[in-house]
C-alpha cells in the first residue's frame, strides 16, 4: 500500500469551482482536503465552502489505481456519496452526487476518499434510501464463498442498517467485475428467507467511472436481509 494523489473538481450553485487535491493512503479511508494552488492552505471541504450547495462533479474523485467510494462525513455519518473514477476517464458530462440534486455544505464536513491498490478486490454497494439516508456496504473477497456486506461505519448489515427504508439509487464497484470471479455479476439483495427480492450490477473501477443505477423494484427492507456477494474465485 502507497500513498497516492487524489483530485476533485466539485461545482457550487453560485458558479464557483471547488478544487480539491491531495496524498491519501490506499487501505484506509482518508481525508481529501483542498489543493494549495488556488487555496491559501489544504482546507477541509466544509471549512473552506461552508454554505455553498454541491451542484456536481467537475472532475468525480479521482485515484491513479482504484476508488471504491468517496464520501461527505458529517459528524460521523455518510451524508452524501460522491461520484468516483479511476484518473483520467469521465463519462463526458458532470456527476451528480448519488440520489441527490444538491448538497448545502456545514463546517465540519470532511470529504473522505477510499483508494485502493490496483489488485486489491473490495467490493462496495452504495445506496440512497427514500428517508435520505446515504449508506456504503463494503467486503474483501479472497476466494471463492458468499460474502455478506456491511456498513463501513457500524459494521452492520443491510438489514440492520436499512430496516422499513427502500433503495431509491444505488451504485457498485469491484475490480472482480472485470474478471469473471461476480458470480452473479454484482450483488444480491437477499430476504429473509434467503431468496434473491432485488439486486445491482458492479463496474469495474479500473475500466469506467461508477454508474448509479436505480434498483428493479422498490422493496422495503426488513430487519434480516442481507446484501450478498459470491465469487468463484
Known sequence: ????????QIMMSDGSVVSMSGTVAEGTATELKTGTTYAVAATSLGQFAEGKTI???????????????AYINRRGSIAAICPIAHEGEVNGKPQPLLGMNGF???????????????TDREFSWQVRTNTG??????????????NDLTHILSGQ???TSLVGQTVTMQAAS????????????????LDDKGLPVNGCTAVDPQSQPLIPCPPSAMSRYGLNWVARVTTSS
Open 1 to 8: 500500500m502507497a500513498n497516492v494523489t487524489a483530485k476533485a
Open 55 to 69: 451542484v456536481s462533479f467537475i472532475q468525480p474523485v479521482s485515484v491513479p489505481n482504484q476508488a471504491s467510494y
Open 104 to 118: 448545502t455544505l456545514q463546517a465540519g464536513d470532511t470529504l473522505m476518499v477510499m483508494a485502493n491498490t490496483a
Open 133 to 146: 439516508v446515504c449508506a456504503i456496504f463494503a467486503a474483501t473477497p479472497s476466494s471463492g464463498a458468499d
Open 157 to 159: 448489515g443491510a438489514g
Open 174 to 189: 469491484s475490480l472482480d467485475a472485470a474478471n469473471s470471479k461476480l458470480s452473479t455479476g454484482g450483488v444480491l439483495i
